[in-house]
């Protein structure tokens, strides 16, 4: 029987970003400038900016994967075996 685990991990990076406008503006501003440089690949986040759960520490969550139909789990190919 073929069980299917999902795996989740929550990455976060603090850009800081010097604007010359202040409030609104410049948040805006700044938010587009980080949001262009990540799809640039200027900011790329990897494992060393893994949040970790608050409650458990641990630094991902697995969990049953129930909203994909048991039937077509059984046509999957497994990536271990038990």
């Known amino acids: 029987m ?6 989740t991990e929550i ?4 850009v800081v970003v010097d ?5 609104t503006d410049g948040l805006e ?10 799809k640039a690949q200027e900011v790329i986040l990897d ?3 893994l949040v970790p ?3 458990t520490g641990e ?3 697995f969990c049953e994967a ?15 075996t038990l």
């Open 11 to 14: 990455l976060r990076r603090i």
């Open 47 to 49: 494992a060393g900016d």
């Open 29 to 38: 501003n700044a938010i587009e400038r980080v949001k262009e440089a990540y």
């Open 2 to 7: 073929k069980q299917c685990i999902a795996v």
């Open 19 to 23: 604007t010359k406008e202040a409030g």
């Open 66 to 80: 129930d909203w994909i139909d048991p039937d077509e789990i059984q046509e999957m190919d497994a990536d271990f």
């Open 53 to 55: 759960d608050p409650v």
């Open 59 to 61: 630094p991902a969550c």
